[in-house]
């Protein structure tokens, strides 16, 4: 094994897909990601979902199915998106009895449309659970601050979850945080609390996006010299603060009694200018004990041209805490940043979620009347 992404396997980071379709299931295309690619878990979002349905005839035998059955859209949806991670957790299955239980995992979001609802996320969290019904399924949910106690209480009710859209590193903090009061609550209900796992995701390129033309704006040889260099510095210190908090002696209460930390995991790794290296986002975060949730394309680039050359996250805190520094001194408010990515996010999934129900909604009433 000598290609890249069994090099960042080796180094202790996790490859995982960041996209999933019922094509990829039936023509045996996962399956082959995981031999030859080294893939051992799968992300899924409204905007993969609602691609994977407007492309191709692979869901029109379920669809018509459905309309015969006079389904609404909304059961429609949570029909075919269940479906099909269920159908990818039984393909990852093996990669997660051989891990136990750290990898193997599948990841299917509650509606975005909850994200400022407490209660409504933790009751459709509850329902994919037992839907899905795979030990190796992970429930996202985003980290808004209504959805800090969320993840609190699908922990504390044995659910294994993926806390989606991670921007800012107070935020992460209050993530790892409302993961181990879950944990500590999952205790105290006799859960054992080796069967949870989560992770993290940590949104990566975004922040250039968001950040890049802010600088040009400013246009400074300073401001120039910045550039691209804020999503990295803010991942890295984001595994900086995973550290301390799992360094606690919380934390170490915990783990001896069987929990597993929650993995940091490098999300929206697709870089956005086609300036920069296509795969600076895995080759500038690679640390033992990580996950990487790539989109094929960037999977392919890593596969074919990466250059992993050992960790380049730890002993570069310094280094990286001096990047956010110096774009506050230009003026550049990382609060705000943040603040705007997380509503954008939640945004963009809440539009794929609208687009998917008009596709879905369209494929109901096509196929009603065959």
Known sequence: ???????????????????????????GSLQRLIDEKHVVGVT???????????KGDAYDEQVRAL???????AAAIYAITTDDVRNACDVLRPVYDRTNGQDGRVSIEVDPGLA??????????????????????????????????AISQAIAAGISVNVTLIFALDRY????????????????????????RSVASFFVSRVDTEI??????????EAKALRGKAAVANARLAFQAFEEVFGTPRWQVLAEDGAHPQRPLWASTGVKNQAYSDTLYVTELVTDGTVNTMPSSTMDAVFDHGQIHGDTVRGEYDDARKVLDALERLGISY????????????EKFVK??????????DELTQKAGQ
């Open 1 to 27: 094994m000598t290609d890249a992404l069994a090099q960042l396997s080796e180094a202790g980071v996790s490859v995982w897909l960041d996209d999933l379709s019922r094509e990829l299931l039936n023509d």
């Open 44 to 54: 899924t979002n409204p905007t993969i979902f609602a691609s994977a349905l407007s």
């Open 67 to 73: 309309a015969a059955d006079g389904q609404d859209v």
């Open 116 to 149: 400022h609802d407490t209660g409504a996320t933790v009751e459709m969290a509850k329902r994919l659970w037992a839907t899905v019904d795979r030990p190796n399924v992970m429930i996202k949910i985003p980290a808004t601050v209504e959805g800090l106690p």
């Open 173 to 196: 903090r209050g993530v790892m945080q409302a993961f181990l009061t879950g944990l500590e609550q999952a205790r105290e209900a006799d859960i054992d609390l080796s069967t949870i």
């Open 212 to 221: 890049d033309p802010r600088l040009d704006e400013i246009g400074s040889d």
């Open 335 to 346: 609060g705000d940043v943040t603040a705007v990515l997380e509503r954008e996010g939640v």
């Open 352 to 361: 794929s979620w609208d687009e998917l129900t008009r596709t879905v909604e």
